[in-house]
């Protein structure tokens, strides 16, 4: 069944017309939501901890609040908190303020899926779940354009739940691109598994295996670089423009050739059966699981291997050559401080 497309035109946002909101959190996707949101007119207050995204959100212009004052004083309560704290910061800061009438929205279903955060019945309960990086939300905002996004109703106690995840959808820019309805399982699902299988963990394990064949080889890490990471952006820009065939009239018909005859042994029915275990562990709670039992046990594993890939050898020379490239444009998500807007 094809999904229901909504655009600008088909979209009001009077939904949200007298309605304060408060996007708590001002990380990756805090700062998005919160200056898309102002820029297309709606009245925006950040809730957030003292510290770096506190000072960020305030140097950006925002009324800034702990978590609690800003639930307190809005009507819709967008939660853009890392997932795993998402539990805690809602029963100890949200759940209080969150009064009847009020809407309760996130930009992934994760907590509200897997059961981790249960709220009140006398509330909405929506997501306006962008298909992008918050950065990208921001920029590609700024530019005139939007990032796509799904939405979804958990919880109508209102009855207009639909109407406001709408607009919302509509202030943060993703009615220029695509809005569509889905529910809470589809966008966690789907989520998790384009993150995992396609977008982040297969496209940095296939750049990380070519560049060590071409440099196990005997190639140099430079040449592979360029090869395998720095031209992957190029290439993708023009899938995201033109798709497939678009990409393929680029490149050279030699290119093309390779890339029917050779695609397919590197990802193959061994890689599909792999992403089906995948799917299904996402499906059966037993990735949810897993995560939220890492984070318990202060995440050994995630620091680990977070600080072995720092020291892997396409990062120590991609990190030298993009200093030789000012013009590339750098949002370090974690790496320099905590404040990632
Ligand atoms: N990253 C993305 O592009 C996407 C994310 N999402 C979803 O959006 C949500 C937010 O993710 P993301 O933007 O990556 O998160 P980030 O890690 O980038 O930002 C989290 C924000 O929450 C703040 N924060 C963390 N802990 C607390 C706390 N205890 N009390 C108050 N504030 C706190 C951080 O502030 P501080 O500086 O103080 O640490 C920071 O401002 C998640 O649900 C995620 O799945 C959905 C689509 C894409
Ligand atoms: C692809 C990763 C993502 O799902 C996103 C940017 O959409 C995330 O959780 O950050
Ligand atoms: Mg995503
Ligand atoms: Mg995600």
Same mark, same amino acid.
């Given at each position: 069944?094809?999904?229901?497309?909504?655009?600008?035109?088909?979209?009001?946002?009077?939904?949200?017309?007298?309605?304060?909101?408060?996007?708590?959190?001002?990380?990756?996707?805090?700062?998005?939501?919160?200056?898309?949101?102002?820029?297309? $007119?709606?009245?925006?207050?950040? *809730?957030?901890?003292? $510290?770096?995204?506190?000072?960020?959100?305030?140097?950006?212009?925002?009324?800034?609040?702990?978590?609690? &004052?800003?639930?307190?004083?809005?009507?819709?309560?967008?939660?853009?908190?890392?997932?795993?704290?998402?539990?805690?910061?809602?029963?100890?800061? @949200?759940?209080?303020?969150?009064?009847?009438?009020?809407?309760?929205?996130?930009?992934?279903?994760?907590?509200?899926?897997?059961?981790?955060?249960?709220?009140?019945?006398?509330?909405?309960?929506?997501?306006?779940?962008?298909? +992008?990086?918050?950065?990208?939300?921001? =920029?590609?905002?700024? %530019?005139?354009?939007?990032?796509?996004?799904?939405?979804?109703?958990?919880?109508?106690?209102?009855?207009?739940?639909?109407?406001?995840?709408?607009?919302?959808?509509?202030?943060?820019?993703? +009615?220029?691109?695509?809005?569509?309805?889905?529910?809470?399982?589809?966008?966690? #699902?789907?989520?998790?598994? *384009?993150?995992?299988?396609?977008?982040?963990?297969?496209?940095?394990?296939?750049?990380?295996?070519?560049?060590?064949?071409?440099?196990?080889?005997?190639?140099?890490?430079?040449?592979?670089?360029? &090869?395998?990471?720095? %031209?992957?952006?190029?290439?993708?820009?023009?899938?995201?423009?033109?798709?497939? #065939?678009?990409?393929?009239?680029?490149?050279?018909?030699?290119?093309?050739?390779?890339?029917?005859? !050779?695609?397919?042994?590197?990802?193959?029915?061994?890689?599909?059966?792999?992403?089906?275990? @995948?799917?299904? &562990? @996402?499906?059966?709670?037993?990735?949810?699981?897993?995560?939220?039992?890492?984070?318990?046990?202060? =995440?050994?594993?995630?620091?680990?291997?977070?600080?072995?890939?720092?020291?892997?050898?396409?990062?120590?020379?991609?990190? %030298?050559?993009? !200093?030789?490239?000012?013009?590339?444009?750098?949002?370090?998500? *974690?790496?320099?401080?905590?404040?990632? *807007?």
């Amino acid at each position: 069944m094809a999904a229901h497309m909504y655009y600008n035109d088909d979209i009001s946002q009077a939904a949200l017309n007298g309605k304060k909101v408060a996007v708590v959190g001002y990380g990756s996707q805090g700062h998005a939501h919160a200056q898309n949101l102002r820029d297309s $007119g709606v009245e925006v207050v950040v *809730g957030v901890r003292p $510290g770096g995204s506190w000072e960020k959100a305030k140097e950006d212009g925002f009324q800034v609040y702990s978590v609690g &004052e800003a639930v307190a004083q809005a009507d819709v309560v967008m939660v853009l908190l890392p997932d795993e704290r998402q539990p805690e910061v809602y029963k100890q800061e @949200i759940e209080p303020h969150l009064t009847e009438g009020k809407a309760l929205a996130f930009a992934h279903g994760f907590n509200v899926h897997f059961h981790q955060v249960v709220p009140p019945k006398d509330v909405d309960v929506f997501l306006v779940a962008p298909k +992008g990086p918050g950065h990208l939300v921001r =920029r590609v905002y700024e %530019e005139g354009g939007g990032v796509p996004a799904l939405f979804a109703v958990h919880q109508n106690a209102s009855g207009e739940a639909k109407e406001v995840a709408l607009a919302y959808s509509k202030a943060v820019g993703a +009615g220029r691109a695509a809005v569509m309805e889905t529910t809470f399982k589809e966008e966690t #699902e789907t989520d998790l598994f *384009g993150e995992q299988a396609v977008l982040c963990g297969g496209t940095t394990a296939l750049v990380k295996a070519g560049f060590e064949t071409l440099v196990e080889a005997g190639y140099q890490p430079e040449v592979a670089y360029f &090869e395998c990471l720095h %031209e992957l952006k190029l290439i993708v820009d023009l899938l995201y423009e033109n798709g497939l #065939e678009g990409m393929r009239y680029s490149i050279s018909d030699t290119a093309q050739w390779g890339d029917f005859t !050779a695609g397919p042994r590197v990802v193959n029915d061994g890689t599909k059966d792999e992403m089906r275990k @995948i799917l299904s &562990e @996402i499906q059966s709670g037993q990735f949810a699981k897993g995560w939220v039992l890492e984070n318990q046990a202060n =995440r050994p594993m995630f620091h680990s291997i977070n600080e072995q890939e720092k020291h892997h050898p396409l990062e120590v020379v991609g990190r %030298e050559l993009r !200093a030789k490239m000012p013009f590339i444009q750098s949002k370090k998500k *974690g790496v320099v401080g905590s404040a990632k *807007g």
